[in-house]
């Protein structure tokens, strides 16, 4: 049985940012880390942060200096994006 923990589910990510600078707590995005070592009690999170939601983090878009890549980008996402394909082709060859 796992461990009782709040869950906290941020609607931006400068809402998430906010609630870890003033929180202990652990932030995910799928928890597949995480539940593994909550299952082997090497962690009990007390705060859990979902960050699966956060559009933000969802993006690829070009900068003035090159292309930002938001954490929760697919690999499938990357390989069949076009700023991808254009300027860094090696990503989707790889």
Do not use: R, W
């Not at 539940?35 to 007390?46: E, R």
């Not at 878009?61 to 690999?75: P, Q, W």
């Not at 499938?76 to 700023?83: A, D, K, R, S, Y």
């Amino acid at each position: 049985m796992l461990p009782y923990f709040d869950l906290i589910k941020p609607g931006s990510l400068a809402e998430a940012l906010s609630i870890k600078a003033n929180k202990s707590c652990t932030p995910v995005a799928g928890g597949t880390d995480l539940l593994v070592k909550i299952k082997q009690k090497k962690v009990a999170p007390g705060q859990v942060i979902d960050l699966s939601g956060l559009e933000e983090l969802k993006q690829i878009k070009e900068t003035g200096d090159g292309i930002s890549i938001g954490a929760l980008v697919t690999h499938t996402e990357i390989i069949n994006n076009p700023l991808i394909q254009k300027y860094a082709p090696l990503l989707v060859e790889g």
